[in-house]
């Protein structure tokens, strides 16, 4: 019988980060009944460890839900996309980790609900967390502005919707939107909905 993986002795502080990202797939996985007993076994400690770091488990599932919704990580690949780059593969690049990032909280979106309901902490962190990334994007569509119709704030907000739209199945995900790809979303947002004629169709329609 293999006997459970045990880490090191850490400070408070690193076994807190610790056990938030034992936390997270599980979280993901099975939601706001994700027990202890699954969170010590996936840690590596003793399930009382937990609440020697946490007061109890909806804290600790409060501080995994904080994490992932953090905005860092998002901004800084943002960030690193090169704005030297032609602007429909700088959205495309931004798409797919926006994406990315949606897709892996989508099981995570009815959480605040039983854990967050009256938590203002909370709910700024994640409206901040909006504006922040709105921010980001922007900043990735402002060397083309004055090809815009819009300004590149406007831009950010509209392509954030349109990439929720495309994950979360409260806002069509799943759906009729819910096949849409990086580069369908980019070009649904730069050229808009409507299907070019064929060359050989104009040149039918002129005669």
Not at 29 to 49: D, L, N, P, Y
Not at 121 to 136: K, P, T, V
Not at 144 to 170: F, N, Y
Request: net charge negative; aromatic share 4%; hydrophobic share 45%.
């Amino acid at each position: 019988m293999s006997k459970r993986r045990r880490v090191p002795a850490m400070a408070p502080e690193a076994r807190r980060a610790a056990l938030i990202t034992a936390t997270l797939p599980l979280l993901r996985e099975f939601g706001t009944a994700v027990s202890t007993r699954q969170i010590a076994e996936a840690a590596g400690v003793a399930e009382g460890t937990i609440f020697g770091v946490f007061p109890d488990k909806a804290s600790l599932l409060r501080a995994a839900l904080m994490s992932a919704f953090d905005p860092q990580p998002a901004l800084e690949a943002l960030a690193a996309i090169d704005p030297r780059t032609e602007l429909r593969e700088r959205l495309c690049q931004a798409v797919a980790l926006l994406r990315a990032r949606m897709s892996a909280n989508e099981n995570l979106m009815i959480a605040p609900r039983e854990l967050m309901a009256d938590d203002a902490e909370f709910h700024e962190q994640m409206m901040d967390s909006r504006r922040r990334i709105a921010a980001g994007l922007a900043a990735l569509v402002e060397p083309d502005h004055d090809r815009l119709r819009r300004s590149p704030g406007a831009t950010a907000q509209l392509l954030l919707m349109l990439v929720a739209v495309s994950v979360h199945r409260g806002f069509g995900g799943g759906g009729e939107f819910g096949d849409m790809d990086d580069e369908e979303i980019v070009s649904v947002l730069l050229d808009g909905l409507l299907v070019r004629p064929s060359p050989t169709s104009s040149t039918e329609s002129a005669f």
